[in-house]
Each structure stands twice: as C-alpha cells, then as structure tokens.
C-alpha cells in the first residue's frame, strides 16, 4: 500500500541553524514526490517537487530535498533558517490519481 | 487571479444537520480533492473527482458526500451520518493525478 512517514513530529532548531526534515515513502512505481508547507489556519503551500530527472531539486524559501531510491526517501533541507520558516511541513507522493500525505512535522524556531 | 476558493472560511452546525461546504477553481484543473484535517493527524482524503461528472471515495468517505456536476465546482457535503465533524477541510486540485496539487485556504466547520 502506498504511504508516508514523517518519522518526526516535533522538531525544534535554532535561528540560523541547518535543518533536516525527513520522509519516507512506500509506492511500488516510480514516484512523484512534494513538500509542501503550512502556517496556522491557512492551506498548503508547494516548496518542491520531485518527477524525474536530477535527484536533487530546488524550491522556494530556499529549501531543497534529495530523492534517494535507495532508501524511498525524499528529505527537505535548508542550510539556515529563518524565524518564519515556523510551520508546519508535509511531505506527499502522488500515487496513481490521488495524492498521499504524510502526518506532518511541526518546526519551532528559537531566537 | 487564479486560484481556489473555499467558502465559508469558518461554519458551525447544529447535530443532525446537513452541511455544505463550496469549492471552487478557476485554475483549469481536471482533478480536484477534499482532505479533511485534524491535529496530528496529517491529512485524510475525502473523495476525489479526476473528471466531471465522476469521483471515487478516499480514505475516510463516510458520512459525507460529493458532485461534480461542473469542472470548476467540487461542492462537499457533510452529512449527519458523520459522526465527528469538526475538523478543518481543505479542497485542492491539480491538472491531473499525481501531479502537484493546489489548495484553497480551508474551511473550519464546528458542530455546536
């Protein structure tokens, strides 16, 4: 069955600090894969997404996500964050007509 | 400007009361999705339409209800059969499936 896991649900990181945000996906064919983003009481908002092509794909805000077969991961990173980064962030795969979220990680940003 | 529109942005219902929650999109899009979304949760898909006049139950289908009578309108009814309603819903669409999905700014229903 197709699925994903955001092993983290809390993460907390400091003002400038790198972040690392992961996921893990199950799909038996070749996926497509986004981020997305969202502040309190507002929809989702695309970051990045994945198709095909280079395994490592720039989005907005700076972030950027690594596709690893491999491992069925697909891992957003960001090499400084900013105090509006809060949020929180799903990771998705589009599987077969529909799309698949995982549960989300919440970051909180120390000043 | 293109985009999605939810409509209400907040509702509240009485028990036992039908609901229906609009959405609308002048994006051009074939698909469209309603996920329903509750604290860790992450989000639960309601049912999905991939052309008019046809959809498919998601995830967690019951108690609610859908048409598609018009490519830009995914209307979504939540019916008195659904058990605990309150939750925040947001509709999405997107060209086609598994494409990158677009969302409108949700709908917060309370049942009171």
């Known amino acids: 069955a197709q699925s994903v896991t955001q092993p983290d649900i809390h993460i907390t990181v400091s003002e400038g600090a790198s972040l690392e945000l992961r996921c893990n996906y199950s799909?038996?064919?070749?996926?497509?894969l986004f981020w997305y983003v969202q502040s309190p009481g507002q929809g989702l908002q695309l970051l990045l997404k994945?198709?095909?092509?280079?395994?490592l794909v720039q989005g907005i805000k700076g972030f950027e996500a690594e596709f690893k077969r491999s491992q069925s991961s697909f891992n957003l990173r960001k090499p400084s964050v900013h105090w509006s980064d809060a949020a929180e962030y799903f990771c998705?795969?589009?599987?077969?007509?529909?799309?698949?979220f995982g549960k989300g990680t919440r970051l909180h940003i120390l000043p | 400007d293109g985009g999605i529109t939810q409509s209400p942005k907040y509702l509240f219902r009485k028990e036992g009361q039908n609901v229906t929650l609009s959405c609308e999109q002048n994006?051009?899009?074939?698909?469209m999705y309603w996920y329903r979304q509750d604290p860790g949760q992450g989000l639960r898909l309601i049912y999905y339409?991939?052309?008019?006049?046809?959809?498919q139950k998601g995830d967690i289908a019951e108690g609610y209800s859908v048409s598609r009578e018009k490519k830009e309108s995914f209307p979504l009814t939540v019916t008195s059969a659904q058990k605990n309603p309150t939750a925040f819903y947001l509709c999405?669409?997107?060209?086609?499936?598994?494409?990158?999905?677009?969302f409108g700014q949700g709908t917060r229903l309370t049942v009171v």
């Open positions: 799909y038996g064919a070749t996926p497509y």
């Open positions: 994945y198709f095909s092509g280079d395994t």
């Open positions: 994006l051009n899009h074939d698909a």
């Open positions: 999405a669409s997107s060209i086609g499936g598994r494409t990158e999905a677009f």
């Open positions: 998705a795969v589009g599987a077969g007509d529909k799309i698949i």
């Open positions: 339409s991939q052309i008019v006049n046809d959809f």
